[in-house]
């Protein structure tokens, strides 16, 4: 059994906490990081946290993954509109996903369930 996989999530208007309680109950641990322009945020926290992967979310879905892969390197894909878009993204090896907003409970949980099957990471 892996090691918990880890999820950081950062939203231009301080947001998330859906997207968050979908992590969680994939068995996934979420780091939701507060106030505003935390999309801006999302690689530093990833690196410090070591995390597996990072969720921006603002209006265009750009700014904080491209922020994530200019700072830090981490392979970032922005522009994603939907759910299945973003399951695409883990597959390829995305570390940093930007969407528009869309802060809903199924995306963590689909996007973490397919980050554990590919890894297999556990609770």
């Known amino acids: 059994m892996g090691k918990q996989v880890v999820v950081v999530i950062g939203d231009r208007l301080g947001k998330g906490q859906k997207v968050a309680k ?5 068995g996934g641990k979420a780091i939701c990081i507060p106030g505003m322009g935390a999309d801006m945020k999302v690689g530093d926290v990833m690196k410090e946290n070591n ?3 990072g969720i921006s979310f603002c209006g ?3 700014a904080g993954a491209l922020m994530a892969s200019n700072k830090y390197g981490f392979k970032a894909i922005h ?3 939907s759910i299945e878009a973003g399951v695409t993204a883990i597959k390829e090896g995305y570390e940093v996903l930007g969407f528009g907003f869309m802060d809903r409970e199924e995306l ?10 590919i890894h297999n990471k556990k609770e």
């Open 22 to 26: 979908g992590v969680e109950a994939s």
């Open 51 to 53: 995390a597996d992967f």
């Open 60 to 62: 265009s879905g750009g």
């Open 79 to 81: 522009h994603l509109r």
């Open 108 to 117: 963590g949980q689909k996007l973490a369930e397919e980050y554990i099957k």
